[in-house]
């Protein structure tokens, strides 16, 4: 984690604590330096995206960022962790109403934010539920609880973008919702070594059963049937991803359609690596290199169609 738990609950007070802003410029350049520590990806990603929305996309990353450190902080009580979750959503629905606030960066950016993009308050609220389901993790019993859960926590993340570049449309929906699900059943195959020591198993029990697989990670000895299951999830996030490609047809925005080309490469590049560690994702997380001629030749094909 980035801020220290008492640091993230002065995030979820009216004043901000000591990262009180009294401009909305010094509560952006706060969102921003946020990002750039948090996420090694942003500044790559941003420079992606029209000049213009920059600013904005920095806002609700550094939103969605706290309430998923406070709801991912390890050893407090998931009771903490709802109850500052909570005052989070009260600020997002001050900020909503156009309320600055007295300092708070967050609810200071939010309101510049929401009013003037007319960005719906409810993709946020959405992101807030995944991360209270977080707050209180249990395992998914199925593959639709999973995506149930990628709805909330992923889903809306697409939507906003695309709004936030003026080319929301319903029959948008499907190709980036399947992006974005598949995007974030992707990180959890990415981080299985951190997540699963850590008690937070992302694989549905219903897909370990099938493949002669218990629910303690720990008794995981058979590799065949545990490449199997991983191989069933990484299949399913290359169907996600290939639905989700078809925005680059419905898309003709330059720079989205770059930031989606670029999207889609890095994401097939991960799937590769994932596919190539198969079991020994519990113990290694694979990473991106951008120099990778792979990537570099995924990107060009995704950006030729």
């Not at 001050?94 to 934010?113: E, K």
């Not at 409810?122 to 993790?137: I, K």
């Not at 218990?214 to 299951?229: D, I, M, Q, V």
């Not at 001629?293 to 030729?304: C, E, G, K, T």
Request: overall charge positive; charged content about 20%.
């Amino acid at each position: 984690m980035l801020l220290e738990w008492h640091r993230l609950l002065e995030l979820t007070t009216p004043t901000g604590g000591s990262y009180r802003s009294t401009t909305l410029a010094e509560a952006s350049r706060f969102c921003l330096w946020l990002a750039r520590r948090h996420y090694e990806n942003f500044p790559v990603a941003s420079l992606l995206l029209p000049r213009q929305l920059r600013p904005h996309v920095a806002h609700l990353y550094a939103f969605a960022r706290t309430a998923d450190d406070i709801a991912d902080f390890p050893g407090i009580a998931s009771h903490a962790k709802l109850a500052a979750l909570h005052s989070l959503e009260e600020l997002l629905l001050r900020a909503a109403a156009g309320d600055a606030g007295v300092g708070n960066p967050l609810q200071r950016v939010l309101a510049y934010t929401l009013t003037t993009t007319s960005l719906p308050v409810t993709l946020l609220q959405r992101l807030l539920c995944a991360f209270r389901s977080d707050a209180e993790f249990r395992p998914f019993a199925t593959w639709a609880e999973l995506e149930a859960y990628c709805d909330n926590s992923a889903n809306p993340i697409g939507e906003a973008l695309l709004r936030l570049t003026g080319v929301w449309s319903e029959p948008l929906a499907a190709p980036s919702n399947a992006l974005c699900t598949g995007l974030q059943v992707l990180n959890f195959l990415q981080d299985l070594s951190v997540d699963l020591p850590a008690g937070r198993l992302y694989i549905p029990l219903e897909m370990l059963a099938r493949h002669g697989l218990p629910a303690e990670f720990a008794l995981w000895g058979n590799s065949a049937k545990l490449r199997a299951c991983l191989a069933e999830l990484s299949s399913r996030v290359a169907e996600l991803l290939h639905t989700g490609s078809e925005l680059l047809s419905k898309v003709s925005q330059r720079r989205l359609r770059l930031y989606i080309a670029a999207t889609l490469a890095m994401a097939q590049q991960m799937v590769a690596k994932v596919e190539r560690l198969g079991p020994r994702l519990l113990v290694k997380r694979p990473k991106l290199h951008y120099g990778d001629a792979a990537l570099l030749w995924r990107f060009w094909s995704y950006w030729r169609r």
